[in-house]
């Protein structure tokens, strides 16, 4: 047990804060707009990619730089630290990526892996369906041959960055066999007349994920990943790096915790005292505290096995529904100290606090996507505490 | 960055898993409580010398640090042994008397093998609090010391008393007509405790102990409380999956029913947390870090409230066979709802965090 960085991480991670304090000053602000936003992030991701830092954990072979999780970890930690943007190819270098790197053709490696990493392709996953969410093995979506390919027809939906999307990891029903045992695991072009993206607007107003319908799209013969009806395996394998994603947490809590304390300090109570005099507010924050801390310690313990080489514990599977509601209650305590002002149309509000409003509509989604927190309980129980199925 | 014990550390839990199963069983742990005798285990952790766990030794202990005791103390919870006389002697008076130069040292000799010194402090506020009602006047101490750990039984009464910013701490021998020990009667029997009256009780001041040396001390006291409920909450856990996987109700067993299987779920991400939090405070207490007393805090306040919920959630689940004398749960039940109080309530260690967060 010990959790000092070892001599060459902390030579990493030295290395890694330089060059991030002189890089991410240079960059203006982020545009609201996501694809005015993804135009603004590609030279980003360009610069990454030149100076190593993009696909961190990936093989060299493949273009990455064959660093340990707990490297591609402190990279994660500095930008965060350093501010860096947010990054919009989570899909592709988080989870097609991955799973092209384990179930695809050399030909499909080589044509799109590169590109995931310089920021030119950015990546959707068109799995979710309108009668196919918690249970996937429903979808109905169809890929029927079509001579040099495929033909797809079907719908999909809640599919994030579909707008902006060149490719899409696509799951669809090619056999008769029974549920998850008939589909196949496709990559679809999304440039293409077949394919209709229509925006989704989400509770809050915004349009961040979309319905897909594909009518009539085509997937050429050389793009199936892995086996013909074996599609369900790969998908158990991104839908691993999506979890694994999550768990070592996509939200930084420690951040949200300050300005959490910042937003307390600032604030002062009905009776004009300082609202951090307040009993109730300082049992509260620091019991928000207390989680936030265990959830970090908790994405560290992940990593440290997954550096090893180890299968994830069950501290792995535990993380995903240890986070979501921190971070929905770290939200909600902060809109309650903004009060009634925290209710206001997010446009119209201070961004700093629009912030606040907009993550806690947003952890709301998370823990719906990716496995709701029912499903995780439910795998929970059945995998790692051996409870029989119902 | 390494979160895993090595091979020594689990084999050290492994040893001690099944010494506890054999020598402290819950079939006589429940024959100690109802003759209201628990020396048999004083002997058996003597026996193990599960007394010098954590203890160096050149001190006469075994060895280890943080990591080996707390990994020790989540066993003890796992078997819901009475581990009072480790708590309040090799966890509070050795603990403390440690952090003073030849402190360690002069306790031993005094205790010669045979007497038990325990930390004479009120059980239910955080240790570094001292004995707050006692005065000291010409080298004899008056006053009362309501709930001590484990005094009934004590040879030698390690007494810190509030000075300045910073604790004196006095060792004061039982048994004379100055120190009157008048044993409380628990919910949990697995524990002692008593009110020590000191008259004009004769001492002797062993040394002086700052702030900070009082907080590093009762940290460690804090983590094992922590560590201990972690394990009671494991072993909840383990004997609910087994209990609603073999009873049936409707044809089926009762843990094919999802409220049931998500009930256990939200007890595991309890314990995993409290697990992060416990081990992580252990190795930075042992490592002298900077955060090592507010992680000890946030292990206290998070595994002894988890502990508490797990409890609950496994009496539920147990259904009404759950809620009788019968029944094992209770002891590991009633534990946790002690273990939440005892050297510090989770709300008087938020308090703490609330301070260092400097909230205002």
Same mark, same amino acid.
């Given at each position: 047990?010990?959790?000092? %960085?070892?001599?060459?991480?902390?030579?990493?991670?030295?290395?890694?804060?330089?060059?991030?304090?002189?890089?991410?000053?240079?960059?203006?602000?982020?545009?609201?707009?996501?694809?005015?936003?993804?135009?603004?992030?590609?030279?980003?991701?360009?610069?990454?990619?030149?100076?190593?830092?993009?696909?961190?954990?990936?093989?060299?072979?493949?273009?990455?730089?064959?660093?340990?999780?707990?490297?591609?970890?402190?990279?994660?930690?500095?930008?965060?630290?350093?501010?860096?943007? %947010?990054?919009?190819?989570? $899909?592709?270098?988080?989870?097609? @990526?991955?799973?092209?790197?384990?179930?695809?053709?050399?030909?499909?490696?080589?044509?799109?892996?590169?590109? $995931?990493?310089?920021?030119?392709?950015?990546?959707?996953?068109? =799995?979710?369906?309108?009668?196919?969410?918690?249970?996937?093995?429903?979808?109905?979506?169809?890929?029927?041959?079509?001579?040099?390919?495929?033909? $797809?027809?079907?719908?999909?939906?809640?599919?994030?960055?579909?707008?902006?999307?060149?490719?899409?990891?696509?799951?669809?029903?090619?056999?008769?066999?029974?549920?998850?045992?008939?589909?196949?695991?496709?990559?679809?072009?999304?440039?293409?007349?077949?394919?209709?993206?229509?925006?989704?607007?989400?509770? +809050?107003?915004?349009?961040?994920?979309?319905?897909?319908?594909?009518?009539?799209?085509?997937?050429?013969?050389?793009?199936?990943?892995?086996?013909?009806?074996?599609?369900?395996?790969?998908?158990?394998?991104?839908?691993?790096?999506?979890?694994?994603?999550?768990?070592?947490?996509?939200?930084?809590?420690?951040?949200?915790? %300050?300005?959490?304390?910042?937003?307390?300090? %600032?604030?002062?109570?009905?009776?004009?005292?300082?609202?951090?005099?307040?009993?109730?507010?300082?049992?509260?924050?620091?019991?928000?505290?207390?989680?936030?801390?265990?959830?970090?310690?908790?994405?560290?313990?992940?990593?440290?096995?997954?550096?090893?080489?180890?299968?994830?514990?069950?501290?792995?599977?535990?993380?995903?529904? =240890?986070?979501?509601?921190?971070?929905?209650?770290?939200?909600?305590?902060?809109?309650?100290?903004? *009060?009634?002002?925290?209710?206001?149309?997010?446009?119209?509000?201070?961004?700093?606090?629009?912030?606040?409003?907009?993550?806690?509509?947003?952890?709301?989604?998370?823990?719906?996507?990716?496995?709701?927190?029912?499903?995780?309980?439910?795998?929970?129980?059945?995998?790692?505490?051996?409870?029989?199925?119902? | 960055?390494?979160?895993?014990?090595?091979?020594? #550390?689990?084999?050290?839990?492994?040893?001690?898993?099944?010494?506890?199963?054999?020598?402290?069983?819950?079939?006589?742990?429940?024959?100690?409580?109802?003759?209201?005798?628990?020396?048999?285990?004083?002997?058996?952790?003597?026996?193990?010398?599960?007394?010098?766990?954590?203890?160096?030794?050149?001190?006469?202990?075994? *060895?280890?640090?943080?990591?080996?005791?707390?990994?020790?103390?989540?066993?003890?919870?796992?078997?819901?042994?009475?581990?009072?006389?480790?708590?309040?002697?090799?966890?509070?008076?050795?603990?403390?008397?440690?952090?003073?130069?030849?402190?360690?040292?002069?306790?031993?000799?005094? +205790?010669?093998?045979?007497?038990?010194?325990?930390?004479?402090?009120?059980?239910?506020?955080?240790?570094?609090?001292?004995?707050? #009602?006692?005065?000291?006047?010409?080298?004899?101490?008056?006053?009362?010391?309501?709930?001590?750990?484990?005094?009934?039984?004590?040879?030698?009464?390690?007494?810190?008393?509030?000075?300045?910013?910073?604790?004196?701490?006095?060792?004061?021998?039982?048994?004379?007509?100055?120190?009157? $020990?008048?044993?409380?009667?628990?919910?949990?029997?697995?524990?002692?405790?008593?009110?020590?009256?000191?008259?004009?009780?004769?001492?002797?001041?062993?040394?002086?102990?700052?702030? *900070?040396?009082? #907080?590093?001390?009762?940290?460690?006291?804090?983590?094992?409380?922590?560590?201990?409920?972690?394990?009671?909450?494991?072993?909840?856990?383990?004997?609910?999956?087994?209990?609603?996987?073999?009873?049936?109700?409707?044809?089926?067993?009762?843990?094919?029913?999802?409220?049931?299987?998500?009930?256990?779920?939200?007890?595991?991400?309890?314990?995993?947390?409290?697990?992060?939090?416990?081990?992580?405070?252990?190795?930075? +207490?042992?490592? @002298?870090?900077?955060?090592?007393?507010?992680?000890?805090?946030?292990?206290?306040?998070?595994?002894?409230?988890?502990?508490?919920?797990?409890?609950?959630?496994?009496?539920?689940?147990?259904?009404?066979?759950?809620?009788?004398?019968?029944?094992?749960?209770?002891?590991?039940?009633?534990?946790?709802?002690?273990?939440?109080?005892?050297?510090?309530?989770?709300?008087?260690?938020?308090?703490?965090?609330?301070?260092?967060?400097?909230?205002?």
């Amino acid at each position: 047990m010990d959790f000092r %960085d070892a001599a060459e991480d902390a030579a990493f991670r030295e290395t890694v804060r330089a060059w991030l304090e002189s890089e991410v000053p240079r960059l203006g602000p982020a545009p609201d707009k996501l694809e005015e936003r993804v135009e603004w992030w590609r030279p980003w991701q360009r610069r990454l990619y030149e100076a190593g830092y993009a696909g961190l954990a990936w093989p060299r072979e493949y273009g990455g730089r064959g660093a340990s999780v707990l490297q591609q970890a402190i990279f994660y930690e500095e930008c965060d630290r350093a501010g860096a943007p %947010d990054r919009l190819d989570v $899909i592709g270098a988080g989870f097609a @990526g991955p799973t092209l790197i384990e179930h695809g053709t050399a030909a499909q490696k080589t044509r799109f892996l590169d590109r $995931i990493l310089t920021g030119e392709d950015l990546w959707c996953q068109l =799995f979710s369906e309108p009668g196919a969410g918690s249970d996937l093995a429903a979808l109905a979506t169809r890929a029927t041959p079509d001579g040099d390919g495929w033909r $797809i027809d079907g719908q999909k939906v809640w599919t994030s960055a579909a707008q902006v999307a060149e490719y899409a990891i696509l799951l669809a029903r090619t056999g008769e066999g029974e549920r998850h045992r008939g589909i196949s695991f496709f990559i679809l072009p999304m440039r293409q007349p077949g394919v209709d993206v229509r925006p989704l607007r989400q509770m +809050l107003g915004g349009a961040e994920f979309n319905e897909v319908f594909l009518d009539g799209a085509h997937v050429p013969g050389d793009l199936l990943v892995g086996q013909l009806g074996g599609g369900w395996k790969v998908a158990m394998s991104t839908l691993g790096y999506e979890r694994a994603a999550i768990a070592t947490g996509r939200v930084n809590t420690l951040r949200l915790l %300050d300005e959490l304390i910042a937003l307390v300090r %600032d604030t002062r109570g009905a009776d004009g005292l300082p609202l951090g005099q307040d009993a109730f507010v300082r049992q509260r924050l620091a019991e928000l505290y207390t989680r936030m801390t265990l959830q970090r310690l908790t994405g560290k313990r992940i990593l440290s096995t997954l550096a090893e080489g180890g299968a994830p514990g069950p501290e792995a599977s535990t993380a995903k529904l =240890f986070t979501t509601p921190l971070v929905e209650e770290i939200c909600d305590f902060a809109l309650s100290v903004i *009060g009634i002002e925290g209710q206001e149309e997010p446009a119209d509000m201070d961004p700093a606090r629009a912030k606040w409003l907009r993550l806690a509509y947003q952890a709301r989604g998370t823990s719906i996507a990716g496995g709701t927190t029912f499903i995780q309980r439910n795998i929970l129980a059945e995998r790692v505490l051996g409870m029989p199925r119902d | 960055m390494r979160f895993a014990f090595n091979e020594e #550390q689990e084999m050290l839990r492994d040893a001690i898993r099944v010494a506890l199963q054999r020598e402290a069983g819950l079939d006589k742990i429940r024959r100690w409580v109802d003759a209201a005798d628990l020396s048999p285990f004083d002997a058996c952790a003597v026996g193990n010398a599960w007394v010098g766990i954590g203890v160096a030794e050149e001190l006469g202990g075994q *060895g280890g640090g943080r990591v080996e005791q707390a990994l020790m103390f989540e066993e003890l919870g796992r078997a819901v042994a009475p581990s009072g006389v480790l708590l309040a002697g090799a966890g509070g008076a050795l603990g403390f008397a440690v952090r003073l130069p030849g402190g360690a040292e002069f306790l031993r000799e005094v +205790l010669d093998g045979e007497g038990t010194g325990v930390l004479c402090v009120p059980a239910g506020r955080p240790a570094d609090e001292g004995a707050l #009602q006692v005065q000291v006047a010409g080298g004899r101490l008056s006053g009362v010391i309501p709930m001590v750990l484990e005094a009934p039984g004590a040879s030698h009464l390690l007494v810190p008393l509030p000075s300045g910013d910073g604790l004196d701490l006095w060792l004061v021998p039982d048994g004379g007509s100055d120190v009157d $020990i008048k044993p409380r009667r628990m919910i949990d029997r697995t524990r002692r405790f008593g009110d020590v009256r000191l008259q004009q009780a004769k001492g002797i001041r062993i040394g002086r102990l700052d702030r *900070g040396a009082a #907080q590093d001390a009762n940290a460690v006291i804090a983590l094992l409380v922590a560590a201990e409920s972690l394990g009671l909450a494991r072993r909840m856990l383990d004997m609910t999956v087994e209990y609603v996987g073999q009873r049936v109700q409707f044809g089926v067993p009762v843990a094919s029913f999802q409220a049931v299987k998500h009930a256990a779920a939200e007890a595991l991400v309890d314990i995993e947390a409290a697990h992060s939090g416990v081990y992580y405070a252990a190795w930075a +207490l042992q490592e @002298g870090q900077a955060d090592g007393v507010l992680h000890a805090w946030i292990a206290k306040a998070f595994a002894t409230e988890a502990a508490v919920r797990t409890a609950d959630r496994a009496l539920l689940l147990h259904g009404a066979i759950g809620y009788t004398w019968e029944h094992d749960l209770q002891l590991f039940y009633k534990r946790a709802k002690l273990n939440l109080e005892l050297f510090g309530s989770p709300r008087s260690y938020r308090e703490r965090m609330a301070e260092v967060l400097a909230l205002h």
